[in-house]
T-cell receptor, first 113, second 114 residues
């Protein structure tokens, strides 16, 4: 099993551009989520999904969209990138919606100039 | 929503000494408390967790204690080694609607010196 796979690992965007961060898991996990990690602020929840077709907002959802068409994939879309979205993004999955034993992807370092 | 505070932000210990990292949470309904270790440039990895019906859990050199009354939990690392150097995050999980959500502390950078 590959676990949780994120692509790309690094990305530079210009302000106003859009892009999609990809996340896939092969563990048949029900619950997937996206976090951003900024210096001194820990990990903050952006969006999460408890199953295909079901998504909900986390702590910092503005400027991001998600969808969950399959159990395996949970892409994160930046609609119009802003410098404030410069961050490291982590996707995570857990077996069920209890949120226990989360597995993280390797992260995407995004810079918006 | 839940708020998790973590202290200290940096911690330096000599190899072989013990390290203790402390976290407090605000919502008494939180019921799951994991600890993650993140090495430089790597992903966070779960090292130990505890549920609200347990007061202490140990796994070799790592232990976690939970005081529900005071709403705080701590990570204890004994006989520290250089490979323990990393950033450690605590988190608290609370059920919100259809699922539980993790709220993370701001992290502790542990440096183990020779």
């Amino acid at each position: 099993n590959a676990g949780v796979t994120q692509t790309p690992k690094f990305q530079v965007l210009k302000t106003g551009q859009s892009m999609t961060l990809q996340c896939a898991q092969d563990m048949n996990h029900e619950y997937m989520s996206w976090y951003r990690q900024d210096p001194g602020m820990g990990l903050r929840l952006i969006h999460y999904s408890v199953g295909a077709g079901i998504t909900d907002q986390g702590e910092v959802p503005n400027g991001y969209n998600v969808s969950r068409s399959t159990t395996e994939d949970f892409p994160l879309r930046l609609l119009s990138a802003a410098p404030s979205q410069t961050s490291v993004y982590f996707c995570a999955s857990t077996r069920d919606r209890s949120g226990t034993e989360a597995f993280f992807g390797q992260g995407t370092r995004l810079t918006v100039v | 929503g839940e708020n998790v505070e973590q202290h200290p932000s940096t911690l330096s210990v000599q190899e072989g000494d013990s390290a203790v990292i402390k976290c407090t949470y605000s919502d008494s309904a939180s019921n799951y408390f994991p600890w993650y270790k993140q090495e430089l440039g790597k992903r966070p990895q779960l090292i130990i967790d505890i549920r609200s019906n347990v007061g202490e859990k140990k796994d070799q050199r790592i232990a976690v204690t939970l005081n529900k009354t005071a709403k705080h939990f701590s990570l204890h690392i004994t006989e520290t080694q250089p490979e323990d150097s990393a950033v450690y995050f605590c988190a608290a999980s609370i059920k919100d609607g259809t699922a539980s959500k993790l709220t993370f502390g701001t992290g502790t950078r542990l440096q183990v010196t020779l």
